[in-house]
């Protein structure tokens, strides 16, 4: 059984590596394209499409609802978070899910997928350290529309991208900048909130290294610390200024 978790997780690793890594240079290039031919508002539109999808397909559908399981929903939303979560780059939400389990299971240890040792490159990448799933981080997932997304995770994404191009290739182009503003917000979180930063604080003496940011809190939407300190809640603020924009996104489709 953990070898069957591992192989299934590590697929996904695998995927989300090639996905995201053509993101980031098809996104590299865009940005240059854009900057040469001066269509400046075409990098605007990609950083406000990324930010919108990091909230809402990793923040809210991969990581508070497939992931934590932090609100209840209807089955229409649960089909369309399970189907169009997968074009975030961030993994399908079965294997982002047990991966993500696991690194609050060994947090900031050397079983943590996001483990320092394995260096910045693969952390970043999602080249993570998965040697060992634990069987309890599948519960909740065997289940038919994440089963759906965890097999076609590819599939949705190219045929997206696809549809992206026979429609106007700048969407396609904007959509790559999306994916370069993940990135990096992926980067922020796994790498920069695990670590001793200056510009960071700690509301709780959790038992690892997180710690809450004002730039990831409200650019990327994750007050980390307080997320480690309370993992299964919807809503991450706790001091009044902490303004938790996913959660404010949450109500409008929780049960």
């Known amino acids: 059984m953990h070898e069957t978790l591992t192989k ?9 590596f090639i996905m995201i890594l053509l993101q980031v240079i098809l996104g590299s290039i865009a940005v240059g394209y854009f900057t040469y031919s001066q269509q400046y508002y ?3 539109y990609g950083i406000v499409a ?4 990091m909230h809402v397909l990793h923040n809210i559908s991969l990581h508070r609802y497939f992931a934590h ?6 089955k229409f939303w649960h089909a369309v978070m399970a189907i169009t979560s997968p074009l975030a780059c961030g993994g399908s939400p079965y294997g982002y899910a047990m991966a ?27 080249k993570w350290n998965l040697k060992k799933v634990p069987i309890r981080t599948m519960g909740s997932l065997n289940e038919t529309w994440i089963l ?3 097999n076609y995770y590819v599939v949705i994404i190219v045929s997206f991208y696809a549809i992206l191009l026979a429609i106007n290739p700048t969407w396609a182009l904007i959509y790559n900048i ?5 990135y990096l917000s992926y980067l922020t979180i796994n790498v920069v909130d695990h670590r001793n930063i200056w510009f960071g604080y700690r509301n709780f003496d959790t038992n690892d290294k ?23 809640q919807w809503n991450q603020r706790v001091r009044w200024w902490e303004f938790d924009l996913n959660a404010q996104l949450v109500k409008l489709i929780k049960k």
């Open 8 to 16: 299934l997780t590590r697929a996904t690793s695998r995927n989300s």
């Open 42 to 44: 075409s990098i605007f």
């Open 50 to 53: 990324g930010f919108v999808m």
């Open 69 to 74: 399981n932090s609100f209840k929903t209807s």
């Open 100 to 126: 993500h389990r696991t690194h609050h299971i060994y947090s900031d240890t050397d079983r943590d997928p996001h483990y320092k040792g394995i260096g910045l490159f693969n952390i970043s990448f999602f």
């Open 148 to 150: 759906r997304s965890h």
């Open 178 to 182: 999306a994916g370069l503003w993940l």
């Open 210 to 232: 997180s710690m809450n940011d004002i730039v990831t809190g409200y650019l990327v939407g994750e007050w980390h610390n307080n997320h480690h300190k309370n993992p299964q």
